[in-house]
């Protein structure tokens, strides 16, 4: 699914000083895995999520994606890859304050030209896998902070994709609402959806089957879930 060949990100902060991302990356994903990316402020992770999620290009290196090649996509063509294979969910949860739950999930949908019988279906569908049935009416402002991003996770669902990238959803929450969201993730990785999120924290990270972690832009060690908790004395 997701295959990245030695990946180096580099560019220019002011005139003269070069900052190295990405050094080097390997790294491969198979389809329906459940990942975490994990490391220190300025160790690559976003970087490297940015290029998971055709955001951003590697300065070099190659990124298979489903077996094509995406490194030197025009931004048209990384757009719709983007609209076709990836959803995204963000610590914020960019929910527009005037809209309710339902056209919230929908609005993306529109954009991409779904009709609205076909978009109401969808987001009904999103809604309901999040556990959110019964706030398809609710305004942003009557919703918690975990429901919100369960609105968050449900829009990226409503356009059908076979990846999502979650870069630290629970950074706004509170730890009971980290865990039920982090519930959420579970069961829609083992529905096959591939699934890559972003955190700092260790209890956030410890849903996930594979943890990655990066420092100075390289990746220090790759674990599956039970190597982990042996590191971690669980």
Same mark, same amino acid.
């Given at each position: 699914?997701?295959?990245?060949?030695?990946?180096?990100?580099?560019?220019?902060? /002011?005139?003269?000083?070069?900052?190295?991302?990405?050094?080097?990356?390997?790294?491969?994903?198979?389809?329906?895995?459940?990942?975490?990316?994990?490391?220190?402020?300025?160790?690559?992770?976003?970087?490297?999520?940015?290029?998971?999620?055709?955001?951003?290009?590697?300065?070099? /290196? %190659?990124?298979?994606?489903?077996? !094509?090649?995406?490194?030197?996509?025009? &931004?048209? =063509?990384?757009? %719709?890859?983007?609209? *076709?294979?990836?959803?995204?969910?963000?610590?914020?949860?960019?929910?527009?304050?005037?809209?309710?739950?339902?056209?919230?999930?929908?609005?993306?949908?529109?954009? @991409? /030209?779904?009709?609205?019988?076909? @978009?109401? #279906?969808?987001?009904? *569908?999103?809604?309901?896998?999040?556990?959110?049935? &019964?706030?398809?009416?609710?305004?942003?402002?009557?919703?918690?902070?975990?429901?919100?991003?369960? +609105?968050?996770?449900? @829009?990226?669902?409503?356009?059908?994709?076979?990846?999502?990238?979650?870069?630290?959803?629970?950074?706004?929450? &509170?730890?009971?609402?980290?865990? !039920?969201?982090?519930?959420?993730?579970?069961?829609?990785? !083992?529905?096959?959806?591939?699934?890559?999120?972003?955190?700092?924290? =260790?209890?956030? #990270? #410890?849903?996930?089957? *594979?943890?990655? %972690?990066?420092?100075?832009?390289?990746?220090?060690?790759?674990?599956?879930?039970? =190597?982990?908790?042996? +590191?971690?004395?669980?």
């Amino acid at each position: 699914m997701i295959e990245l060949d030695t990946i180096h990100k580099e560019y220019r902060l /002011g005139k003269s000083t070069l900052v190295r991302a990405l050094r080097g990356v390997s790294l491969r994903v198979d389809q329906g895995e459940f990942v975490a990316i994990m490391g220190p402020s300025g160790s690559g992770k976003s970087t490297l999520m940015h290029i998971i999620g055709c955001l951003d290009r590697p300065t070099r /290196g %190659r990124y298979l994606l489903g077996g !094509e090649d995406v490194s030197k996509k025009t &931004d048209d =063509e990384l757009a %719709r890859i983007r609209n *076709r294979q990836i959803g995204f969910v963000f610590q914020s949860f960019n929910l527009l304050p005037q809209m309710n739950a339902l056209e919230n999930v929908e609005l993306p949908l529109g954009y @991409r /030209g779904v009709s609205i019988p076909e @978009r109401r #279906a969808r987001a009904r *569908r999103a809604l309901e896998t999040v556990g959110l049935a &019964d706030r398809m009416s609710h305004r942003p402002s009557e919703l918690s902070g975990g429901q919100q991003q369960r +609105v968050a996770i449900a @829009r990226a669902l409503a356009s059908e994709p076979s990846i999502i990238l979650a870069d630290e959803p629970t950074g706004n929450l &509170d730890s009971r609402s980290s865990d !039920e969201l982090m519930q959420v993730f579970r069961r829609l990785h !083992e529905s096959g959806i591939t699934i890559v999120f972003v955190t700092h924290e =260790e209890e956030i #990270a #410890a849903h996930a089957a *594979r943890v990655v %972690r990066l420092k100075d832009g390289m990746i220090t060690s790759d674990q599956t879930l039970g =190597e982990q908790r042996g +590191v971690l004395g669980g």
